[in-house]
């Protein structure tokens, strides 16, 4: 299982960290997309933890060759996926299970896809029901709800006009994957913008993908193989955040995080921190498949805030915002946020048991929760094996003091998070 603990920092910090975690969700993206090019995709900086190799060992044994140096990954597709001697281990990673069912529901072939004891527990029927509607055959435990996941291929799967009833980037990626590959053109709609990773990526390497005067994205299927990917995967924003936080509680303190994903669906949380007091500046540098630059987080007094729109954008930095909000004046409030717990964890149930330990003040709701800021006290967290949970409740350490157990889960999306975290000791 695995624990760490976290002393208080007896001064604030002044720290530049240019060895974030490379971006989970773009380094996902990078290996699936590279399935429909004809041609080699070349990705620096890819994320070498545990998730995302197991969605480039799932890219292998679909038929691609994979050639890696470090974070350098050079990924040659086939013309034909293959099916797969084996089942497909997505670990713990929700996006990766997700995505492959839109990927695999056109391929030829049987496909079963596993991960760990907490991916196999969590809903799959949000992403196994729309595509099932336009054909693909999908099946598991509960109907389809839960992993293992069999996925047999249908080579021509219906156009479709889908509302979505949840704002998810995974069930919008997943309905785009296997629109690419449908007999017409496709629709989906959304009724709050979701992280756009998959819609500029694919774009970028000539997908016809747009949204048109009524909200509905529009995918055009593909009628040739896009271009490869030559790309430099960013710094995740959302491992950044944790640092941001560890600075914004801290007066006095500073942090700058390179090179990270500047998409305004990524920077949200930074945008909320900034609403609460602390001083945060974005620094663009560049602007090809997603935009890119610094961020610039400085601590100050921090005052209670009001949560409820954009919540897509927030899902995976609440919990580390929820630390920020225990140590601010007054209340805080997060509404509209039910998704949090269909995540790695009930993340919203996650989030206030631990609080609750630490001493806050708080008032669960079944979509959120409010909490009254002041101090947090020393604890022993469980994570609930969601490294969201554990890194967040580490960040609080800084102020307090904590003890975190079952922290195996957070190599799988950032390894080195104990190292930088060990570096704001020394200022």
């Not at 805030?305 to 004046?329: F, T």
Request: charged fraction near 25%.
């Amino acid at each position: 299982m695995g624990n760490f603990s976290i002393t208080k920092l007896s001064k604030p910090f002044d720290i530049t960290i240019e060895n974030i975690a490379s971006d989970k969700s773009i380094s996902h993206r990078c290996a699936m997309f590279s399935l429909f090019s004809n041609q080699t995709s070349y990705i620096k900086n890819y994320l070498t933890a545990e998730d995302t190799i197991n969605t480039l060992k799932i890219v292998e044994a679909l038929g691609a060759k994979i050639k890696r140096d470090g974070s350098s990954v050079e990924i040659t597709p086939v013309e034909t996926l293959g099916e797969p001697k084996d089942v497909l281990d997505c670990g713990n990673s929700g996006t990766a299970m997700r995505l492959f069912c839109g990927l695999l529901a056109s391929v030829d072939g049987s496909f079963v896809l596993t991960g760990d004891k907490y991916l196999n527990n969590r809903p799959m029927k949000r992403v196994a029901n729309p595509l099932r509607s336009i054909g693909a055959n999908i099946d598991g435990r509960e109907d389809g709800n839960k992993a293992p996941l069999f996925i047999r291929g249908v080579k021509d799967l219906q156009p479709f006009t889908y509302i979505s009833p949840v704002d998810s980037a995974q069930v919008k990626s997943a309905m785009i994957l296997a629109a690419l590959r449908a007999n017409g053109i496709s629709k989906y709609k959304e009724s709050e913008l979701t992280r756009d990773h998959t819609e500029r990526m694919l774009n970028g390497m000539g997908a016809d993908i747009f949204t048109d005067n009524e909200g509905f994205i529009n995918i055009k299927p593909l009628t040739s193989h896009l271009k490869p990917l030559n790309i430099t995967v960013p710094a995740d924003p959302s491992s950044g955040f944790f640092f941001a936080v560890a600075a914004a509680i801290s007066k006095g303190s500073r942090v700058v995080i390179k090179n990270a994903s500047l998409n305004p669906t990524r920077i949200e949380a930074y945008v909320i921190l900034q609403k609460m007091g602390a001083i945060v500046n974005f620094i663009e540098k560049e602007n090809i498949y997603e935009p890119i630059g610094d961020i610039e987080v400085i601590g100050n007094e921090l005052n209670g805030v009001v949560v409820e729109h954009n919540i897509s954008w927030l899902i995976d930095e609440l919990p580390a915002l929820s630390i920020a909000m225990s140590l601010a004046n007054g209340k805080s409030l997060v509404k509209n946020a039910k998704e949090l717990r269909v995540k790695e964890s009930d993340r919203i149930k996650a989030v206030v048991d631990n609080l609750a330990l630490c001493g806050v003040d708080f008032t669960e709701f079944e979509d959120g929760y409010e909490i009254r800021g002041g101090e947090l006290k020393s604890a022993t967290i469980d994570s609930f094996g969601d490294h969201r949970i554990a890194m967040s409740f580490a960040i609080a350490g800084l102020n307090c003091g904590m003890k975190i157990e079952d922290v195996e889960c957070i190599n799988s999306s950032f390894p080195n998070f104990k190292e930088i975290l060990d570096s704001l000791y020394q200022g």
